[in-house]
């Protein structure tokens, strides 16, 4: 039984994290690629804190019983930072999810040559149904999905690297980026930008983390499974570079190369990744909400849901470019203050 919600909480954590930006490797490329063969290391350093973080979150709601991201923020912060902390960052949550919205639109619009509103329909519907059964819903969705999108982004990225090697052969005499900063720096504000929506949605698992093996091991479990699945990224984007630069989402260009139904395999894999984020912004946002609306789960979902359709016609480039980086400034502050107080826990 522990075995079994050690997977379903790494499962949740990976799913959480692996959004569009992650599974389009355009986050992979912005934040290691364009750093050449030490984007590995930073690779290595994010996933060893995503375990981290991962373990030391799901401790605290262990110890605690904590069963909402309210409660966490309110031992961590006190009542009144927290509860201005939560304001912002359920806004984000609900941005988050209308982001994967608009995306979900975009990629059938684009990809598919299907109409944007069905796209956005089609996510909408998935995650009222998985939002419906609460916790469970979230957990069996996650186990659906995650091995689903592990076993593409493996396969591609193991393809691409068997036939080119790490030569990155198209690419001779390429200048990686001489921007401020190194790979390190990178990796730590890759890790803190995308923490706050996970630490959101593990401070809800209570009633998966059965004790403090499951805790540790579902942080550690998820870390890895993100590193892994970073690396597999970061491979196929190192080879073809060059090609790359400018591309919006350089996964599906690379899919392209490869030819047959990799494309429309890896638009499908894409569409998933969207959902998993959708729905673990979604869900943390209407675990908030309910008991204040006092209308039950369902209502609350299906206003929920309705709500957010209008919000995702805003588009999905001008949302990322205008929301992405506040999550990324209020994660490393809230990623900070979380740790620096399990440090002081442990020395008292």
């Known amino acids: 039984m522990n075995n079994g919600n050690i997977i379903k909480i790494a499962s949740i954590y990976m799913g959480t994290v692996i959004g569009a930006g992650f599974a389009s490797g355009q986050e992979i490329m912005e934040f290691f690629t364009k750093y050449g063969l030490q984007g590995f290391y930073g690779v290595i350093i994010a996933a060893i804190l995503f375990s981290l973080i ?31 902390i939560k304001s912002i960052l359920f806004l984000l949550l609900l941005s988050g999810y209308c982001i994967m919205l608009a995306g979900s639109g975009a990629l059938f619009q684009e990809q598919f040559d299907l109409p944007k509103i069905l796209g ?9 149904i998985t939002f419906v059964f609460s916790i469970s819903g979230l957990a069996l969705l996650n186990t659906m999905v995650v091995p689903l999108l592990l076993v593409g982004i493996f396969a591609i990225g193991s393809i691409v690297t068997l036939q080119n090697g790490l030569t990155m052969s198209n690419g001779a005499g390429m200048v990686f980026s001489d921007m401020t900063g190194n790979w390190l720096t990178s990796s730590l504000l890759y890790v803190s930008y995308n923490s706050i929506g996970a630490i959101a949605v593990m401070s809800a698992l209570l009633p ?49 190369r490869l030819g047959g139904n990799t494309k429309l395999g890896y638009g499908v894999l894409l569409w998933l ?70 440090i002081s826990y442990r020395r008292e």
């Open 208 to 256: 998966l983390v059965k004790n403090k093996r499951t805790a540790v091991g579902g942080g550690i479990l998820g870390g890895i499974g993100l590193g892994l699945m970073a690396s597999f990224l970061l491979f196929p984007t190192l080879v073809f570079y060059t090609d790359l630069q400018g591309v919006e989402i350089p996964m599906m260009a690379i899919a392209t």
């Open 54 to 84: 991962g373990s030391i979150i799901l401790l605290k709601v262990h110890k605690l019983r904590i069963t909402s991201f309210e409660k966490l923020l309110q031992t961590t912060m006190g009542a009144r930072l927290g509860q201005g």
């Open 120 to 128: 956005v329909l089609s996510m909408t519907i998935v995650c009222f």
């Open 273 to 342: 990744a969207m959902l998993t984020t959708a729905v673990s912004n979604g869900f943390v946002f209407i675990e908030g909400i309910k008991d204040k609306l006092g209308i039950g789960q369902i209502w609350t979902a299906l206003l929920f849901c309705i709500a957010a359709i209008p919000l995702a016609s805003f588009g999905f480039k001008s949302l990322v470019h205008t929301l992405y980086p506040l999550f990324g400034y209020i994660g490393i502050f809230v990623v900070l203050i979380m740790l620096f107080q399990s």
